[in-house]
């Protein structure tokens, strides 16, 4: 036990996010209100400050990332990872097996699901989620490290996927036509959540 390895997670993905926050808040400029990165880099750094050691296990710490996610990022993106990060600590299985760790993040897709009321082809984050964990499922027997890896892939493939969509859920969807052309700055940023989650989980 511990929460060493969700805090690992965190950090990694706060990382990327401040690496990138320049990036996701041009892609959110051109289809959006421009503060996808912004807004991100702020919720996560205040992730990363949590201290690891006050939660026993990594679900503890997750479900303390969610909320601080909900509380300190505007708009669409702190509800919905927030959400996310919630139901995947909630669901976090007290051993770390490949088959229980995918449960764990498939709950956070239903919660995103639920939350967001996006499907597939909508230009959202879901569009690079569910084929996350599609491809999760499919590598689960070669154990985790294996199924995060072909998550991480599928979820690359899935948010470059985004790019000549036209957007139907969110601020973009008000550009109807013109939001094609444009890769989706959630689909981008919950990428590198899977990626870290690919360095740090297995
Ligand atoms: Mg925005």
């Known amino acids: 036990m511990g ?22 808040t041009d892609l959110d400029r051109q289809i959006g209100d421009a503060d996808h990165g912004s807004n991100m880099d702020r919720g996560m750094k205040a992730v990363a400050a949590i201290t690891a050691a006050d939660f026993a296990d990594d679900g503890a710490f997750l479900k303390k990332a969610g909320m601080t996610l909900v509380s300190t990022v505007g708009g669409a993106s702190g509800p919905l990872y927030g959400t996310f990060l919630m139901r995947v600590g909630a669901a976090w299985p007290a051993e770390e097996t490949a088959e229980g760790i995918g449960a764990a993040l498939r709950a956070g897709l239903d919660g995103i699901v639920q939350r967001g009321k996006a499907v597939v082809g909508d230009k959202t984050m879901v569009d690079a989620l569910t084929p996350a964990l599609e491809a999760y499922d499919a590598a689960a027997g070669q154990g985790a490290q294996a199924a995060l890896e072909a998550a991480a892939a599928a979820c690359a493939a899935g948010r470059d996927g985004t790019t000549p969509l036209v957007a139907r859920k969110g601020r973009a969807s008000y550009l109807g036509e013109r939001s094609a052309g444009v890769q989706d700055p959630g689909a981008t940023s919950v990428t590198m959540l899977v990626e870290a989650a690919a360095r740090t989980l297995g």
């Open 3 to 24: 929460s060493e390895k969700a805090a690992a997670w965190m950090a990694d993905f706060a990382a990327q996010i401040h690496e990138n926050a320049a990036m996701l």
